[in-house]
């Protein structure tokens, strides 16, 4: 009861948060604008960041579960991408993955 209560005020208040910030707090966003995924797919090709696809399967080799949502920014002062991974027992963890390399920075929550 106490859960579905915290989820019921979290999304009440998601609007007033979401109009208030453009983007995610996980870093400035890489590739601002329309153009941020025709952006994305010409690092890919030009071999300046490693597909999303590879990050996914290297994420699920080591924690099964889903990915929920990805969003690219900028960590530490690079490119990275940010996924969002559920677990096959409901816990949510943002991997945060170096766009380059394709390497795990760091991961939160879970």
């Known amino acids: 009861m106490k859960r579905l209560l915290v989820i019921a005020a979290l999304m009440?208040?998601?609007p007033a948060?979401?109009?208030?910030?453009p983007y995610p707090d996980y870093g400035r966003p890489a590739y601002g604008g329309r153009g941020d995924q025709d952006a994305a797919r010409d690092a890919v090709r030009?071999?300046?960041?490693?597909?999303?696809?590879?990050?996914?399967?290297?994420?699920?080799?080591?924690?099964?579960?889903?990915?929920?949502?990805?969003?690219?920014g900028?960590?530490?002062?690079?490119?990275?991408?940010?996924?969002?991974?559920?677990?096959?027992?409901?816990r949510v963890i943002i991997f945060v993955v170096d766009a380059q390399s394709g390497q795990i920075i760091s991961r939160q929550g879970g």
């Open 12 to 14: 009440a208040a998601a």
């Open 17 to 21: 948060a979401v109009s208030a910030q």
């Open 46 to 72: 030009g071999g300046r960041q490693v597909p999303l696809s590879q990050v996914i399967a290297n994420i699920a080799s080591r924690t099964p579960g889903r990915q929920l949502n990805t969003t690219q």
């Open 74 to 90: 900028d960590a530490g002062g690079r490119p990275a991408y940010f996924v969002q991974w559920q677990t096959n027992d409901g």
